[in-house]
Antibody, heavy 113, light 110 residues
């Protein structure tokens, strides 16, 4: 059974970098699949952030592209998200997903000083 | 960037049928947009119901079906159950690897 679990700080200061990791179990991250990040601000809809292939190929949402970096660590069977120069508008629940069938439970990130 | 539009809210009677649609600001939605549909209940992570226009996952109840309807993607719920009350989102794929979620439809079973 494939499971994904997000982890990372729940509180990030403005202008800092948000860093999250998604641990994958029950499935090899090196298999022929894309791995994605999605977020949902409080009370709002879903926003696609981007996805990464196990080889490192990435596609990002153009509105976030200048601040986003995604990567894969095949030795740990996990992938990660970095979002730089965060503001309060980056406060959201962040989900990781095997594109696009299995989702993690999500992790709440608040940007505040 | 494309804007993907859904009905803000729909109401369906228990046992009834309702169709949700997903339109793109760039023009007609086709199978080449590989439409997905997701269900999100309050306080939970989304769950994928439909992929590639009309394919169900093993966990997707048969009462959910996906299709193209006119120039939009559509999700039809036939025989609505109280547990189907949720927010529903579509996702479309565009050139260059871009994906855009729809604005979401709140479905009430009443």
């Amino acid at each position: 059974q494939v499971q994904l679990q997000e982890s990372g700080p729940g509180l990030v200061k403005p202008s800092d970098t948000l860093s999250l990791t998604c641990a994958v179990s029950g499935y090899s991250i090196s298999s022929n699949r894309w791995w994605g990040w999605i977020r949902q601000p409080p009370g709002k809809g879903l926003e696609w952030i981007g996805y990464v292939y196990y080889s490192g190929i990435t596609y990002y949402n153009p509105s976030l592209k200048s601040r986003v970096t995604m990567s894969v660590d095949t030795s740990k069977n996990e992938f990660s998200l970095k979002l730089s120069s965060v503001t309060a508008e980056d406060t959201a629940v962040y989900y990781c997903a095997r594109h696009m069938d299995v989702w993690g439970k999500g992790t709440t990130v608040t940007v505040s000083s | 960037q494309a804007v993907v539009t859904q009905e803000p809210s729909l109401t369906v009677s228990p046992g009834g049928t309702v169709t949700l649609t997903c339109g793109s600001s760039t023009g007609a939605v086709t199978s080449g947009h590989y439409p997905f549909w997701f269900q999100q209940k309050a306080g939970q992570a989304p769950r994928t119901l439909i992929y590639d226009t009309g394919n169900r996952h093993s966990w997707t109840p048969a009462r959910f079906s996906g299709s193209l309807l006119g120039d939009k993607a559509a999700l039809t719920l036939s025989g609505a159950q109280p547990e189907d009350e949720a927010e529903y989102y579509c996702l479309l794929s565009y050139s260059g690897g871009l994906h855009v979620f729809g604005t979401g439809t709140k479905v009430t079973v009443l």
